[in-house]
């Protein structure tokens, strides 16, 4: 396989995933040195579904959220730790139970949650 085939297939799968139509980043550390394998699966899980469920995972528009599942983002405690961009906020102890606040609040209305956030390193 040629770069060029390569090139050309990633242009088209970032079509599909609709890279490029995002306003927003989610990265959710489900490494077990920061949390418990099962804490991980289910803050992924609720984070996966709860995205799906408002129409902005795989969409385009004003709070449209791309998401990714990271094995560790060095943080390695009080986890599950989750990073978004641009804001940089990082929250801490984002458990499954969390992630439907985080959602509505952080990425529909764009507020942020102060009282999870332990960091911020925005981005623009």
Known sequence: MTNEVRIEQLRETALQLKIGDYTRHVFLC???ACCSKEQGDE????LKDGLKARNLSLSSGPSACYRTKAGCLRVCMGGPILVVYPEGNWYGGMTADRIPQFIEQQIVQGV?????????????
């Open 30 to 32: 489900v490494g077990e």
């Open 43 to 46: 803050a992924w899980k609720a």
């Open 112 to 124: 942020a949650i102060e009282e999870w956030i332990f960091a911020k390193n925005p981005i623009g």
